[in-house]
């Protein structure tokens, strides 16, 4: 009868993700970073919405049915005129035609950026368009004092330098930089966070969401009480660098879990992603040569960044994915990306995996073995897990795919795993109950690692 449970459990988990009972064991026989690209790997799956060939690619916001454009416009980094600091207008507004008239509808501003002139940039090269013509995002100010009256004066103001009557989506800024205290400081003892869910009952914002940047726990409370704050999309770090190395990169904001983690958590919550840095601050459009000529074997004529965002936007549960495109070159050359998206197969996916490891190294799994994860519901040996599979990179015995030495390790990883832990304390027990988290002093997650371990005992089972 436990067994069934745990049967039910994980089925129930499948169903969670989004995955049919007919893709859910495909979904098994893939790696987290396959798994999840994979998932809408082709372009009549639902994720994906387009006009007609050569258009740019959509997706539904399951909230408010919003078609937004998979590829957003990011206005972080507007033209300048020659010489000086000064926005080029001109320019910005050819810019935003061009976006407009090849399909791309979102729009991300902040009140910080451009010294605060983005705003009111954005508003005057939108003002010249249908309103429902396009979505506009911009953030909650994390600059000034943390009181109730500023929030509310903080939205009014990009209201007025947006020149809009509704903001379609606002965002919580820089949430987690600080921890716990700080998001109750700005947001939940002050009865902001209430109400800007008033706001948006009123319609003055039709979704709300948070960027995040930096503390997991803030992360992890913050979707834990999506029953109560209902939001619409969560804004965060991801590329295939940040999947699995985000405390390695040195490119955008640290953090404290891999995007694996965050994507997979919000999709588990039912809350769609909006993707930053999708090139790691610029680094992944130029990656090392070595990395980039085994990308221009398989496809020639793409750029490193054509890989970049193509492996980001893959993932069904991404709404847009972010681009600061300072040049009308760069502008043309991401539409074209997108226009329409050719998702990311298996095996490209399984490359790209290879060089993120080769550029950032194996992870180890951060586990001091204190135990007190322990004991686990369903009887999982957490850090035994742990210290074996970081023996094997310690001793450079584990078994990297695609390698020519994958299958011969495999079998020799599996085999003294099976001779270190009992069948019952595997990573395959796990039911991802996430019990385990809120023990852990390293704020590892638990169950996102143990998927990598099942991982190869999968592959060693097929």
């Not at 893959?314 to 040049?327: E, I, R």
């Not at 395959?428 to 996430?434: A, I, L």
Request: proline residues 5%; charged residues 25%.
């Amino acid at each position: 009868m436990e067994n069934e449970k745990k049967k039910l459990s994980r089925r129930e988990f499948l169903k969670r993700l989004g995955a049919s009972s007919a893709s859910a064991a495909a979904l098994l026989g893939m790696g987290p970073l396959s798994a999840f690209a994979n998932s809408c790997d082709s372009k009549t799956q639902p994720g994906y919405l387009q006009n007609n060939p050569g258009s740019m690619t959509y997706r539904i916001n399951r909230v408010t049915n919003d078609k937004v454009s998979l590829l957003g416009y990011g206005m972080m980094r507007l033209p300048q005129k020659p010489g000086t600091r000064q926005i080029d207008q001109d320019m910005v507004n050819k810019q935003v035609d061009y976006a407009l008239a090849h399909g791309i509808n979102y729009f991300d501003t902040a009140p910080i950026y451009h010294g605060g002139q983005s705003e009111v940039a954005t508003g005057i090269a939108l003002k010249r368009h249908p309103r429902n013509s396009f979505y506009v995002a911009t953030k909650l100010s994390d600059m000034g004092d943390h009181s109730l009256e500023f929030g509310k004066k903080s939205l009014q103001n990009s209201l007025s330098k947006l020149q809009v009557d509704y903001i379609d989506y606002y965002l919580m800024h820089h949430v987690g930089a600080s921890g716990m205290d700080n998001l109750k400081e700005r947001y939940l003892d002050n009865g902001l966070l209430d109400w800007l869910c008033e706001q948006r009952d009123k319609g003055i914002i039709r979704n709300l969401g948070f960027s995040y940047h930096g503390n997991v726990q803030v992360f992890d409370w913050l979707v834990d009480h999506n029953d109560k704050y209902k939001f619409s999309f969560v804004q965060i770090e991801m590329n295939y660098i940040d999947w699995r190395h985000a405390s390695l990169s040195t490119g955008g904001w640290k953090q404290d879990a891999d995007a694996e983690y965050l994507y997979n958590k919000l999709e588990k919550a039912g809350i769609q992603c909006v993707i930053m840095e999708p090139l790691l601050g610029g680094r992944l459009a130029k990656i090392p040569e070595e990395y980039s000529k085994q990308l221009r074997a398989l496809r020639p004529n793409a750029t490193d960044a054509n890989w970049a965002f193509r492996w980001v936007a893959s993932h069904n549960n991404v709404l847009t994915t972010l681009s600061g495109m300072t040049t009308m070159e760069v502008l043309m050359e991401n539409v074209e990306t997108f226009s329409p998206l050719d998702p990311c197969t298996s095996s490209e996916n399984d490359l790209l995996e290879k060089i993120a490891d080769g550029m950032s190294g194996m992870p180890v799994i951060p586990c001091t073995d204190c135990k007190y994860c322990m004991p686990c519901p369903y009887g999982v040996n957490i850090p035994g897990n742990f210290a074996y599979y970081n023996a094997a990179i310690n001793n450079k015995t584990f078994p990297e795919k695609g390698t020519p030495e994958y299958k011969t390790r495999l079998t020799d990883f599996l085999k003294g795993y099976g001779d270190t832990l009992k069948k019952s304390e595997w990573a395959s027990e796990c039911m991802d109950c996430e019990a385990c988290l809120p023990k852990c002093p390293q704020s590892i997650r638990i169950p996102n690692q143990m998927s990598r371990i099942m991982e190869l005992i999968r592959d060693g089972e097929a």
